[in-house]
């Protein structure tokens, strides 16, 4: 059986960090993407507010974005 729609869901998450234990979540977005035409079926974006307020690595600003 061959599924007659093919889809898929890409999720980003930021940080202010690479620390998964001292940087929190800031920002998660998501992309749903039908295969076949490559079209963006749904997206969804949302900032976070941190519990405790924002860590952030003042190193990772100064990195350029690719």
Do not use: N, R
Not at 7 to 35: M, P, R
Not at 42 to 64: C, I
Request: hydrophobic content about 40%.
């Amino acid at each position: 059986m061959q599924a007659k729609d093919q889809t898929i869901t890409i999720i980003d998450f930021e940080t202010g960090g690479l620390d998964k234990f001292k940087h929190q979540v800031t920002q998660v977005a998501t992309l749903i993407v039908d295969l076949k035409s490559l079209a963006v079926l749904g997206e969804y974006e949302s900032f976070v507010a941190p519990y405790g307020g924002l860590t952030y690595d003042k190193e990772v600003l100064k990195k350029p974005i690719s």
